[in-house]
T-cell receptor, first 115, second 109 residues
Framework: EAGVAQSPRYKIIEKRQSVAFWCNPISGHATLYWYQQILGQGPKLLIQFQNNGVVDDSQLPKDRFSAERLKGVDSTLKIQPAKLEDSAVYLCASRRAGVKYNEQFFGPGTRLTVL | TQLLEQSPQFLSIQEGENLTVYCNSS?????LQWYRQEPGEGPVLLVTVVTGGEVKKLKRLTFQFGDARKDSSLHITAAQTGDTGLYLC?????????FGAGTTVTVRA
């Protein structure tokens, strides 16, 4: 079974530029998460999708961040415009339906550096 | 929001030594998970503990869930260089997972 795929793996941009990240979850996993992991911290949930609907985006800075999962499979996360404090690893995770303890499978992440 | 505090923040040991990392909270959790994150990779689930007082073993790793379900520990026996990584604990917070800040473990050859 293929794991969660993410691209690009690394991205360097200047502040005020735009950037987009892509995620393809494990086949059949209905739930998809985007996390932000700042150096020295644990992952922080940005947004959770169930199929193509948003379950929770309370921690997403909506003035600059957006995310979509149009067909209920892969997803994109966009930042526009980027700020210095957005430098972090952006992790995508997925979970199959029916798991009892919310065990999640993570992709390798995209490391974003904003200069 | 239920907070998870992990200690120590950093740990560096020689190969063959033992180590223990801790995950503590003032709140009761119905379950706790431990993940390991290697440099440049995403977290990988190691174990889920669900019963107060539970002890689970995964080869050289021993996980314990406190009797009151407010704390957990991870003990590694005879650490190897392949154990190097960031160890994260996570607990359910409503339908989400809340992560601790992690313990960075470095095992020197």
């Amino acid at each position: 079974e293929a794991g969660v795929a993410q691209s690009p793996r690394y991205k360097i941009i200047e502040k005020r530029q735009s950037v987009a990240f892509w995620c393809n979850p494990i086949s059949g996993h209905a739930t998809l998460y985007w996390y932000q992991q700042i150096l020295g911290q644990g992952p922080k949930l940005l947004i959770q999708f169930q199929n193509n609907g948003v379950v929770d985006d309370s921690q997403l800075p909506k003035d600059r961040f957006s995310a979509e999962r149009l067909k209920g499979v892969d997803s994109t996360l966009k930042i526009q415009p980027a700020k210095l404090e957005d430098s972090a690893v952006y992790l995508c995770a997925s979970r199959r339906a029916g798991v009892k303890y919310n065990e999640q499978f993570f992709g390798p992440g995209t490391r974003l550096t904003v200069l | 929001t239920q907070l998870l505090e992990q200690s120590p923040q950093f740990l560096s040991i020689q190969e063959g030594e033992n180590l223990t990392v801790y995950c503590n909270s003032s709140s009761v959790f119905s379950s706790l998970q431990w993940y390991r994150q290697e440099p440049g990779e995403g977290p990988v689930l190691l174990v889920t503990v669900v019963t107060g007082g539970e002890v689970k073993k995964l080869k050289r790793l021993t996980f314990q869930f406190g009797d009151a379900r407010k704390d957990s520990s991870l003990h590694i026996t005879a650490a190897q260089t392949g154990d190097t990584g960031l160890y994260l604990c996570a607990g359910p917070n409503d339908y989400k997972l809340s992560f601790g800040a992690g313990t960075t473990v470095t095992v020197r050859a």
